[in-house]
């Protein structure tokens, strides 16, 4: 008798992550593999949140603090907010999930943006709701589209704001226009998972002091997997209406943010010149890495994150592929329906350089 799952899940695949960089060392006989493939940050995480989760090994018989209490507060601090509007998850990826599971009903609507982050739709068809995707207008979300989609089957409309993976900002005035077109029955979710990297720009949005009083169908989400550099920990967090929240908290299980994780956050939200520093070497390293690669004749949108959107010259898997063969880690986009594209992680100068040399090498050989 075969056993299926729900309907819902049926022609769910499994999760295909990059192979790891001991395997790849095997199978490819190389001593260095550049990895710019997942977002990661290349300078690493601050030594005050690193010093924090060594100590932390002298407590792992004990459990965690359940809800991350201590976390809660300092980022809770951090936002002029009450702790009760922050709740920590096992990345933002267990926030997406959580919101899912708690909003949607089967047959409910979410409205998402065409190549807007992959994991909204993912999490939100699990649950067997309807996922309406809006088309994007040049490579950036259409808010106002999505907006008017809206009507009272709709529970969530999910943005990435900056977007993965085109590195794209919606502004603040187009935010705002967006958040007092949705109807209050819906939740709007806006993930600003790359946010540090996107304040410096004046018109980008400053969501949660701007959105969270007048919205209470606000929710943002934010992680220390990307600027923080502790994408290994799996911490992130949401900030919205206690009342939204608490849903989330109901489903939460107990211990979901472990000891280490909760300590070095703390840590690391304790340790805001580093951010800055991290930040400002990111998009200078950045900057440089979108022209040399526009001089190699490749086509390179604006980023406000730490990776680069590029239209590949091949199909991207095959630039992929040639690139993984030299050792260096990229991601191809064909999940996002974008076989003609690739997303690049801002690497280190050296990692940037390793990268150019081997694209040459590739984009020589394809010629
Ligand atoms: C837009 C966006 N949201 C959420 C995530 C997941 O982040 P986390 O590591 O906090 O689960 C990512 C990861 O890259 C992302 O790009």
Known sequence: MEIL????LRGVTPFAPEQPNEQIRRELGLKDIVRLCSNESSLGPSPRALAAY???ADSLSCYPDGGSPGLRA???RHHKLRPENVLVGSGSDELIRMLCEAFLDPEDEVI????????FRQQAAMMGARIIEIPMTDWTHDLETMAR???PRTKILFVANPNNPTGTYSTAFELRDFLQAVPATALVVIDEAFYDFAVENDDYPRTIPMGLRKHPNL???RTFSQAYGLAGLRV???????EVLGWL????????VNLPAQRACLAALGDQAFLARTVAATIKSRESLAAALREQGFGVLDSATNFLFIHARIRGRALSRALFKRGIVIHPLDEYGLGDHVRISVGTPEQNGALLKALKSVMGEAA
């Open 5 to 8: 799952p729900k309907r819902s």
């Open 54 to 56: 060594r100590q932390a």
């Open 74 to 76: 300092a980022l809770a």
């Open 112 to 119: 998402v943006s065409q190549h807007g982050f992959v994991r």
């Open 149 to 151: 989609a809206a009507n």
């Open 219 to 221: 929710v943002v989400l």
């Open 236 to 242: 992130g967090y949401a900030v919205g209406d206690p």
């Open 249 to 256: 908290d109901r489903i939460r299980l107990p211990f979901n």
